[in-house]
């Protein structure tokens, strides 16, 4: 149980610091848009990654979650993606919000749906 615990905890804070790390990285530096959103996105698959193995996620982490997954800044329907890049940022968006709703709901079908058929 001891183990569970820290686990918990450091998921937390990693997720925590992740969030406000991000935060500030678009209020301290002048780059572009996009730049901003790609790295955003390239955080957001990392935290997704180490979230979807937690056993527990706390409220407290939720609630950033909740908070990156909604900065106009980071999505792409907000700001102007190229197509690759906002089918990375929509699946990492909803890879989030399926490991703190503690499911890992159909992301991939999601990506499948967004990427354009090539065939025809």
Same mark, same amino acid.
Do not use: W
């Given at each position: 149980m001891g183990a569970?615990?820290?686990?918990? !905890?450091?998921?937390?804070a990693f997720a925590s610091l992740t969030v406000a790390g991000l935060i500030s990285s678009i209020a301290a530096t002048g780059i572009n848009k996009e730049q &901003?959103?790609?790295?955003?996105?390239?955080?957001?698959?990392?935290?997704?990654?180490?979230?979807?193995?937690?056993k527990k996620i706390a &409220?407290?982490?939720?609630?950033? !979650?909740?908070r990156l997954i909604h900065h106009p800044q980071y999505d792409c329907k907000?700001?102007?993606c190229r197509t690759a890049l906002e089918v990375r940022n929509r699946a990492a968006r909803e890879r989030l919000q399926a490991a703190s709703?503690?499911?890992k709901a159909s992301t991939e079908l999601s990506v499948r749906r967004t990427i354009p058929d090539q065939t025809h």
């Amino acid at each position: 149980m001891g183990a569970l615990m820290r686990k918990a !905890i450091g998921v937390a804070a990693f997720a925590s610091l992740t969030v406000a790390g991000l935060i500030s990285s678009i209020a301290a530096t002048g780059i572009n848009k996009e730049q &901003s959103v790609r790295e955003a996105t390239v955080q957001m698959e990392r935290l997704a990654t180490k979230l979807e193995h937690a056993k527990k996620i706390a &409220s407290e982490t939720k609630l950033e !979650i909740d908070r990156l997954i909604h900065h106009p800044q980071y999505d792409c329907k907000q700001v102007a993606c190229r197509t690759a890049l906002e089918v990375r940022n929509r699946a990492a968006r909803e890879r989030l919000q399926a490991a703190s709703a503690g499911s890992k709901a159909s992301t991939e079908l999601s990506v499948r749906r967004t990427i354009p058929d090539q065939t025809h």
